[in-house]
């Protein structure tokens, strides 16, 4: 048995459920994985396993879920934790993802993107707690990993004068954004991180997952992350509606708001752009670059907006993702370190 083995069989008796049996649930694009225990009466709860020699750290999980469950919201609870291994023991709040109920009930994709987005106001309306803050600073170089890995992996090189053209150009267009009054922000706001628990009620109907990286920023941020999503096509009808309903609530311009909310969605996926393809690269998960057509359709449509016109050229030199262009960098899945 390993040390982490050892140490994860020591948390479980611990915690009081050594009977219990083991079945895998769900890895992540991080290094954290997840498990079902399942106690012989039938109980159920969630170990979360994040070892902290792979850079994963499991307080902020903790510290989010607090704040986000103080809220009514529907976090799961903490049951048992030990920080120093990495090791969190979770309420388990079932498998009924938003994308698997969409796909088994068509009918509920709108009652379920109303209670996403409720989460949203309700969240919004809170003060956040004291986190990192997701500005223009922030957000450019990782727009820019659009550039270190898709280009690079795309054309075999960096186009580097480009690069800091673009940065130079994105950061001013989002740095008036950074004056907007700024909310908690869980940055994976999407149909596969959320969970459909009908028999709660009002926005407690909605289970969180995947918040631990979460900062304060944008009211759109959220809101553009679940509606443009980089896993499954959210009808155009349904994406406004949602707008609407979000600034309806919350008083917020709408004129304003549908600026940042094409800015930040540009942002988003071309970051993702380049997450995606450093998964496949750096890290051999080379189903990630199946993904890549549906964000680069979220880029065209967010510099389709006139306040984006002036960043059309300074993407010019990323390639559309054009059969191949996708075996190119598929082709080099685990080979730079």
Known sequence: MTDRAGHMADFIAKAGWQSARRTTVAGDASNRRYDRLTEPEGGTAILMD???????????????????RAQGLSAPAILAQDEAHGFLLLEDLGDDLFARVVQREPALELP??????????????????????YDADTMTPLAALAFDWYQAGATGVTNHAAK??????????LA?????????????YHAENLL?????????????LDFQDAMAG??????????????????????????????????????????????????????????????????GKA????????????????????????????????????????????SQCAKQP
């Not at 008036?176 to 994976?188: F, T």
């Not at 096509?233 to 349904?238: G, K, L, R, S």
């Open 218 to 283: 944008h009211p759109a941020y959220d809101l553009v992350s679940i509606l443009q999503d980089a896993r499954r096509d959210v009808p155009a009808d349904i994406e406004a509606q949602m707008i609407a309903r979000y600034t309806d609530a919350t008083g917020l311009d709408l004129t304003e708001f549908t600026r940042a909310y094409a800015l930040l969605g540009l942002q988003r996926n071309l970051r993702i752009l380049g997450v995606f393809a450093r998964l496949c690269i750096r890290d």
């Open 287 to 330: 189903h990630y670059v199946d993904l890549i057509p549906r964000v680069w359709g979220h880029i065209q449509t967010n510099l389709n907006h006139p306040d984006a016109a002036p960043l059309v050229d300074l993407l010019a030199g990323l390639p559309a993702p054009d059969a191949e262009t996708l075996s190119r960098i598929k």
């Open 112 to 133: 379920l993107y109303q209670a996403a987005t409720d989460v949203l106001i309700r969240l919004h309306s809170a003060r956040p707690p004291a986190l990192a803050t």
């Open 196 to 208: 459909w628990l009908p028999d709660r009620d009002g926005t407690a109907r909605v289970g969180l």
């Open 164 to 173: 800091s053209r673009f940065s130079a150009g994105f950061r001013a267009a």
């Open 176 to 188: 008036p954004l950074d004056g907007a009054s700024p909310v908690l922000i869980q940055r994976d």
């Open 50 to 68: 994040a070892p902290p020699d792979k850079g994963e750290d499991v307080r902020p999980f903790v510290r989010i879920a607090t704040f986000l």
